[in-house]
Every structure is written in structure tokens, then in C-alpha cells.
Nanobody, 127 residues
């Protein structure tokens, strides 16, 4: 049974930092691309960051220079370090796993091709 379990969300003031984690089980974690998506109320789910099995990272323009994605294949865990948080970063954050054959550099296609989703963790940034 595949499970992706996020943790680390919470409330923080603008300019603050949060660190998210996602523990994966039930599939070959090290072989999959991993990603973070987020969804604010009334908005579509959007891509935030991706990381290949080898550790190559990619970011949405809105978070470049502020967020860092990383992974530990020995621990089957994905991370997202979020610094200089802004109120517009407020959203439910989701961990996602994508099989390499389904990977796309398009955020829209990537979202549609996710194999497994976590249940989400809430991040709230106040001004």
C-alpha cells in the first residue's frame, strides 16, 4: 500500500520559515521523481518544486530563491525548506510521486501525471 505522509505545516508570520517533510512507503521511492504542489482556496493546484531521483531540482518562478527541495533516498523522505515566506504562499501543500516515464517539464502535465499524492499539510502565512 502506497503512502505519502506530509508533516511540518503550520502558521508563521511573513518573512518566517517552515520546513515540510514527506515520508514515502509502499513503492520504490528512489526511482521516482518527487514534487511539491500547493493549492490555495478557490485556486487550482500548482507545482512548487520537483526533484529527480538523482537530486536535480526545479522550481516554480514564484518560489525560486526562497524554497529548497531535497530528498533522502535512504530514508524515503522528501523535504521542502521554505524561507522568506509571503502571505501568498498560504495553501495546502501536497507531496507527489511521479514515475520517470510519466515525467514532464510542464507543470500542468506533471500535475496530471502524478502517480501518488499525499494527504496535504496546511501552511498559513500572516502579514
Amino acid at each position: 500500500q502506497v503512502q505519502l505522509v506530509e508533516s511540518g505545516g503550520g502558521s508563521v508570520q511573513a518573512g518566517g520559515s517552515l520546513s515540510l517533510s514527506c515520508e514515502a512507503s509502499g513503492y520504490t521511492y528512489s526511482a521516482y521523481y518527487m514534487a511539491w504542489f500547493r493549492q490555495a482556496p478557490g485556486k487550482e493546484r500548482e507545482g512548487v518544486a520537483t526533484i529527480s531521483s538523482a537530486g536535480k531540482a526545479g522550481y516554480a518562478d514564484s518560489v525560486k530563491g526562497r524554497f529548497t527541495i531535497s530528498r533522502d533516498n535512504a530514508k524515503n523522505t522528501l523535504y521542502l525548506q521554505m524561507n522568506a515566506l509571503k502571505p501568498e504562499d498560504t495553501a495546502m501543500y501536497y507531496c507527489a510521486a511521479i514515475h520517470p516515464i510519466r515525467y514532464s517539464s510542464s507543470w500542468y502535465l506533471l500535475r496530471e501525471r502524478v502517480n501518488y499524492w499525499g494527504q496535504g499539510t496546511q501552511v498559513t502565512v500572516s502579514s
